[in-house]
């Protein structure tokens, strides 16, 4: 039988885990709301202006609109899986959250209570293996509809999504190199310290600053991944009417949508804790604990930020130049960066610091002369063999 500490453990630890859940669904309606807030005041509309005060009330209308419209199901449709594959996409995003550090904790009834649900070893190897289960949700949906044309959204959703958690990973692994660990509270650790420049002692040490190519590299494949402008080709075919989800309504398309906004939030998060040094900021004497919250959420709402201003700027791409990029360009991009990472880590251990910069920026050169090839189309005019020459007719 447990004693009355072992209940106060489990009644925080249960309070902590309904906290969160609770935080990421209000976050995901703050981030709706902005998205068509920034994006009015870009495009010079008035946006959401009617449902609660400057519209900030209308994701919630929407999803009560949803909740209570009629879910449709397929004659043709596998019942069992078309109604289990919006919650195979929807668990692994709240759960990929569960290993982000958001702050330092307090302490309550004389138990430590950490801002975080689950410090885990294996941190980041957690984030990709949730990002692989979500893959799962979107293939099930398209093959269980019933229809030719959700099978193919979800055909063509699972290989962008495969493709791009592979560029992911590489980013990830070269940063991770640089910390010396793979727990997501060990990464922030390392850029609590501060490096010197031309007499500036207190410049962090983010990893953003010496990681810049990983970071590109991960926040590249993580808007392809989590399928958002430029890279929305699976909700954006105008040949597979709306992809993977073409045969959702009600409740079950409300999943999959709110899943789509949780793993966005959940990338970011990520980002800002491997490469932005998380919830590090300055901190003040007045309520401790809260600072460091105040800084994860800023720089997170700061990432969200440039992700809807990618949205509303750039033009999306072409499935066949997304594939392209994504295993010609930010694969072999990411392989390089990890053997210069590895390499700056491991030579000066081996050799003097003078000699390893040798060895390192000899072998950066060799490596680019080597893959520059693969970077570089063929000659405008030039035809391919075999392919047939156009003619203008007259």
């Known amino acids: 039988m447990l004693g009355a500490i072992d209940w106060v453990f489990w009644i925080l630890l249960v309070a902590r885990v309904v906290v969160v859940f609770a935080a990421l669904l209000l976050s995901v309606l703050l981030a709706i709301w902005i998205e068509r807030k920034v994006i009015a005041d870009m495009q010079t509309r008035i946006g959401p202006n009617r449902a609660g005060p400057a519209g900030v009330l209308i994701t919630l209308a929407d999803g009560i609109k949803l909740f209570f419209k009629e879910g449709v199901i397929p004659a043709a449709a596998s019942r069992p899986v078309f109604v289990i594959a919006p919650i195979l996409s929807l668990v692994p995003a709240f759960l990929a959250f569960a290993v ?39 293939v099930l949906a398209g093959w269980s509809s019933g229809s030719n044309y959700p099978l193919l959204g979800a055909i063509r959703s699972s290989a962008q999504m ?19 660990g793979i727990a997501m509270s060990e990464v922030v650790e390392v850029q609590a310290r501060h490096f010197d420049v031309t007499g500036l002692g207190w410049l962090p040490k983010w990893n953003v600053f010496f990681q810049l190519p990983a970071f590109l590299i991960y926040f590249i494949a993580a808007v392809a991944e989590t399928q958002r402008p430029p890279f929305d080709l699976p909700e954006a075919e105008t040949e597979l009417v709306a992809g993977y989800h073409t045969e959702y309504s009600g409740i079950k398309f409300a999943m999959f ?16 804790t491997l490469f932005l040094g998380g919830w590090r900021g300055p901190m003040f004497d007045f309520l401790p604990w809260l600072w460091p919250l105040v800084w ?39 392989l390089l960066w990890i053997l210069i990472t590895a390499a700056y880590v491991q030579l000066p251990q081996t050799y003097s610091d003078l000699r390893a910069a040798l060895i390192i920026v000899s072998g950066t050169l060799a490596v680019v002369l080597l893959v520059s090839p693969l970077f570089v189309g063929p000659p405008r005019g030039v035809l391919d063999e075999g392919a047939a020459p156009t003619t203008r007719e007259p």
């Not at 309550?108 to 293996?129: C, E, M, R, S, Y």
């Not at 493709?163 to 010396?180: Q, T």
């Not at 949508?257 to 959940?266: C, F, G, R, S």
């Not at 990432?303 to 930010?330: E, Q, S």
């Open 162 to 180: 495969i493709s791009y958690e592979v560029g992911m990973s590489l980013g990830l692994i070269a940063v991770l190199l640089y910390s010396g």
């Open 257 to 272: 949508y709110l899943a789509e906004y949780v793993h966005t939030i959940t990338v970011s998060a990520v980002g800002v």
């Open 100 to 138: 982000i550090p958001f702050g330092t904790g307090v302490t309550l009834f004389g138990h430590p209570v950490p801002f975080q649900l689950a410090d885990l070893d294996i941190g980041i190897l957690w984030i990709l293996a949730m990002g692989s289960l979500a893959v799962y949700g979107v």
């Open 296 to 334: 994860f959420l800023l720089k997170l709402l700061i990432v969200i930020f440039v992700l809807v201003w990618i949205r509303a700027t750039l033009p999306r791409f072409r499935y066949d130049r997304l594939m392209n990029f994504g295993w010609k360009v930010l694969i072999p991009f990411g």
